[in-house]
């Protein structure tokens, strides 16, 4: 098996590091840090510190990883696209590696458009699959030579020296070695999901919403006029949560970017309660854990508008442009970072906050770059993204049982380290809009879930309309509801069908995820998958728009061919069927049948 290392380019020279300390000479050492998460999965994070009194020399290059392959195989590279808030968000990355290949995400956010953290490469009977940890600008690069090929993963652009005493930390790499691609998907799905997820630090406390939240539905409205603003308030909000009552299975309430002075997005940088609020959010959170629900808050605390209060510190903010309207809070900075901690831990304390939602609607890389020091290109970035790893870390350990949940335009930065600390309740903003001609809303969800949950175990998203179909497009183990709760018209008895099959279905998504087909914008197709443990499990299937078969047939995965199995299907309309079917047929092909396109069918199963 090849051995693992890292690599510096230091004062020109290209160095490979070993797991453990390196002193390269008086002025940086170097540490990779190794540990072992499983006799298949390794993790490793590089570290330089200079403990000398001078400057150090040069860094030009930083890979935490540097793994050479041999191999006969070409090999085969999966992966997906990143967040673009349209039909590619998350979409499949499957090809032949026939030449050299270079990755990066857009702008600085790690799952932005052009790149994912997230890949796997299969060559001949072997896989690996790395996850990276940088919230920031990562690159990932795939170097062919004969008879094999180099994976290096690591920082995009540097050209840095360390000050005395000074140090950095770069990019992790969780890194999975097997002989199956899609097995190792599996395994680290599992491994996130067991070892260093939020669910894996609260366990029980731990609980991903089915969440009624209105911004986008009744914002939108607000901010055309045509709507009264009673929903951006105190009232508004109890009363939002005494309508979610009527559907009987929300478990949450969240409240997105209308709670502050001047709104969103100009308001941004406040911390001061809108005049909707006069006493704060206490009221509304008691209010919403007195009937069973968890409050979620939104903040950006990193994106500052100018007109706002923090638009004036100067020594806390970064700019580019001082006649641009943004500036970006400065987490690199150890002193605003505190004020930020300080500020955020008596909020979330003082308003009864259980999920604190961090969002993020800007590209970082510009304000980094423009930001750093003569000769130090990437040390602003180094330090940023350790400052974020730092508010997060103290806000947890500050708050205990609050969680986050990561948002940043939607999915765009999901990556190993936020992913440990976090997950993300709006895997798109695509969630945003209600479906139209040009926004095929349903299908872009049923896609996201079929590339997303081959990596992560928790992701949700939000749904405008409470029909079967829509609803299990894009619910997992939760969901937000845009629902237009407020209209006398709106059917609740519909709502609470869909919501309580959400509820049931919560602990499937804990099973491993197969997909049964491939992710496609083609509405003249089915779509489906499974969600499988030892003995028992669901398929979710569904006959697009376009779709003229009322039958197909699928081969499970994960069944006793031996066995015999319960099946219920549960069709559009929530009407239960029930048959026994011996494991080999479900192993060798299942037969299906939705009668009409825009339909959906779930499949529970059990071993007898």
Known sequence: MPELHGKLCYNGQNIFLSPGKTTLDGTLEAELEYRPISDRADYLLLRLRNPGSADSKRVTGAKTLSLSVETDAVPCYHSLWGDDCGAASFMPRDFDLTSDFHEEPTGGRSSNTTGFPFFDIQYGGSAMLAAIGWTGQWSKDVTLFSGGFTVEIGLCDCDFYLKPGESVRLPSVLLLRGSDAAELRREFRRTLRDKFSPRALLGDGFRVPIAIQCFDR??????????????????????????????????????DAAWFEKGFPHGVGNYRFSEGFPRGLKPVSDYAHKNGMQFVLWFEPERIFRGSDLFGREEFLLMTDPGSDTRLFNLADGEARRWLTETLVAMIRGNGIDVYRQDFNMDPLPYWRANDEPGRRGITEMKYVEGLYRLWDDLLSACPGLWIDNCSSGGRRLDFETASRSITLWRSDTGCFAEDEERRVTVWNNNQILGLSEYLPFHACAVWDSDAYTVRSSA???????????????????????????????????????????????????????????????????????????????????????????????????????????????????????PSPRESLIVRYRKL
């Open 476 to 594: 997992t183990h939760g969901l937000a509801c845009n629902f237009d709760i407020f209209n006398p018209a709106f059917d609740f008895d519909k709502a609470e069908k869909a919501l309580r099959e959400v509820c049931e279905l919560k602990s499937c998504w804990d099973g491993d995820f197969y997909p049964l087909t491939q992710a496609t914008l083609d509405e003249s197709v089915w779509s489906a998958y499974q969600l499988a443990f030892a003995d028992s499990g669901a398929v979710y299937a569904f006959r697009r728009e376009k779709s003229e078969a009322p039958y197909q047939t699928f081969s499970l995965a994960a069944v006793d061919p031996d066995g015999t199995y319960e099946l219920v299907f549960i069709d559009e309309r929530f009407e239960r069927t029930r048959r026994t079917v011996p494991g080999r047929e479900m192993a060798q092909g299942l037969a299906l049948c939705i």
């Open 218 to 255: 009744y914002f939108q409205a607000l901010s055309n006029s045509k709507k009264d603003e009673s929903w951006a308030s105190e009232s508004g909000q109890i009363r939002t949560v005494d309508e979610a009552l009527k559907a009987r299975h929300f478990d949450t309430l969240w409240l």
